[in-house]
């Protein structure tokens, strides 16, 4: 059974760092690509970064220079290293496939609370 599980959140205050950490397991981690997701209050799920099974990576605009999403393959592992945090970037992070490489995504772990607050 696949599972995702999102971990590293926290509060912080503007300027602030945290990292995340996304564990997969269920599917040969190696093979997909992946990205980060954040869902804010009352606003869509979007993706925000993403990596391919090879290591480049893509991001969103309002988070360039900013994040850096990373993978370690042989532990299943991907993470989103979150510099100069804004209060904007107040959501819950989710990992999960890359939503533009494949036809569906995977279920949706709990994902991680990031607040970003004086």
């Known amino acids: 059974q696949v599972q995702l599980v999102e971990s590293g959140g926290g509060l912080v205050q503007p300027g602030g760092s945290l990292r995340l950490s996304c564990v997969a397991s269920g599917i040969v981690f190696r093979l997909y690509n992946m990205g980060w997701y954040r869902q804010a209050p009352g606003k869509q799920r979007e993706l925000v970064a993403t990596?391919?099974?090879?290591?480049?990576?893509n991001y969103t605009g309002s988070v360039k220079g900013r994040f850096t999403i990373s993978r370690d393959n042989a532990k299943n592992t991907m993470y989103l290293q979150m510099n100069n945090l804004k209060p904007e970037d107040t959501a819950i992070y989710y990992c999960?496939?890359?939503?533009?490489?494949?036809?569906?995504?995977?279920?949706w772990g709990q994902g991680t609370q990031v607040t970003v607050s004086s």
């Open positions: 999960n496939i890359d939503q533009s490489a494949y036809r569906s995504v995977l279920s």
């Open positions: 990596i391919i099974s090879g290591g480049s990576t």
